[in-house]
């Protein structure tokens, strides 16, 4: 479970498991230990399912001795979910980085689910398809935008 969970979130994949009798559906983030009793935790982004803690999306953290039922989605997530701390465990062993899908040049992973017509997407948010190559552009834009930003707010510090 371990090996998969950390693989889950180097390929940035949704996750489903069920933990304390519960089905949950994350986004994982970070994989290590997670408190001074030296229990393996993963950190993640829980954005269906049920939980006894209140709201959805949160952040939670799941202790994994405690997962049962793990399924790796074929779904993946593009940007870090709001909030992300790249270092959230005292122990950190794995966690997202960047904030985009790794680009393979392939979209050869399953659907999306849901009724849509056949056609493969990956689930950045759920309810909104998208590819992993339009994924890819949106961070290229995004950065771009950074950058011309920068720019300016360093002209602008420049003249004062």
């Known amino acids: 479970m371990r090996d998969q969970l950390i693989a889950a979130i180097q390929q940035r994949k949704m996750v489903e498991f069920t933990y304390?009798?519960?089905?949950?559906?994350?986004?994982?983030?970070?994989?290590?230990v997670g408190n001074r009793k030296g229990k393996?935790?993963?950190?993640?982004?829980?954005l269906g399912?049920?939980?006894?803690?209140?709201?959805?999306?949160?952040?939670?953290?799941?202790?994994?001795?405690?997962?049962t039922a793990l399924k790796v989605l074929d779904q993946v997530f593009g940007p870090n979910p709001p909030g992300f701390n790249p270092h959230p465990l005292p122990?950190?062993?794995?966690?997202?980085?960047?904030?985009?899908?790794?680009?393979?040049?392939?979209?050869?992973?399953g659907s999306s689910g849901g009724s849509g017509g056949g056609k493969k997407t990956d689930q950045v948010i759920p309810g909104v398809p998208i590819t992993a190559d339009q994924a890819a552009k949106a961070a290229e834009v995004a950065g771009?935008?950074?950058s011309k930003a920068f720019g300016a707010l360093g002209k602008w510090f420049k003249k004062r």
């Open 91 to 109: 122990q950190t062993q794995v966690a997202l980085e960047g904030g985009a899908p790794p680009s393979t040049g392939s979209t050869s992973g």
């Open 20 to 32: 304390e009798g519960m089905e949950r559906h994350v986004q994982p983030a970070a994989f290590g």
């Open 40 to 46: 393996e935790t993963l950190h993640a982004y829980q």
């Open 144 to 146: 771009e935008v950074a």
């Open 49 to 67: 399912g049920e939980s006894r803690e209140g709201f959805l999306p949160a952040w939670r953290n799941f202790h994994v001795e405690k997962i």
